[in-house]
């Protein structure tokens, strides 16, 4: 799983909200991992409701870049949403992850939680 420290950028709630509006409720945008559990789909309505109260950070995955990670949450539980290059909302999160670092030339990607 990401470690936080590496190509990441911040995502703001308000900016992740607006890209779920564009989905359907049901429509899965990624998977929810939770600690040691196995991941499992999660829709717009269940990352929507997940979101409101996160600290939030997205991260490219390190292997193919294929996919991006959401951190939502540290405690009590870790939660985390792989979003895959299929997803409905990846592209929105690629265009998102070119405008942090276009504003943040200086950024060198570590988020700790």
């Given at each position: 799983?990401?470690?936080?420290?590496?190509?990441?950028?911040?995502?703001?709630?308000?900016?992740?909200?607006e890209?779920?509006?564009?989905?359907?409720?049901?429509?899965?945008?990624?998977q929810?991992?939770?600690?040691?559990?196995?991941?499992?789909?999660?829709?717009?309505?269940?990352?929507?409701r997940?979101?409101r109260?996160?600290?939030?950070?997205?991260?490219?995955?390190?292997?193919d870049r294929?996919?991006?990670?959401?951190?939502?949450r540290n405690?009590?539980?870790?939660?985390?949403v792989?979003?895959?290059?299929e997803?409905?909302?990846?592209?929105?999160?690629?265009?998102?992850?070119?405008?942090w670092?276009?504003?943040?030339?200086?950024?060198?990607g570590w988020?700790?939680?």
């Amino acid at each position: 799983m990401p470690n936080g420290r590496s190509g990441g950028f911040i995502i703001e709630k308000g900016t992740l909200t607006e890209l779920l509006k564009t989905i359907s409720e049901t429509t899965v945008v990624g998977q929810i991992l939770t600690g040691p559990s196995r991941p499992r789909d999660a829709n717009r309505a269940e990352l929507t409701r997940s979101s409101r109260s996160a600290r939030m950070k997205s991260s490219p995955s390190k292997k193919d870049r294929r996919a991006y990670v959401i951190h939502l949450r540290n405690e009590p539980d870790i939660l985390w949403v792989l979003v895959r290059s299929e997803e409905p909302i990846f592209t929105n999160l690629r265009q998102q992850h070119a405008r942090w670092i276009t504003e943040h030339p200086g950024w060198n990607g570590w988020i700790a939680f």
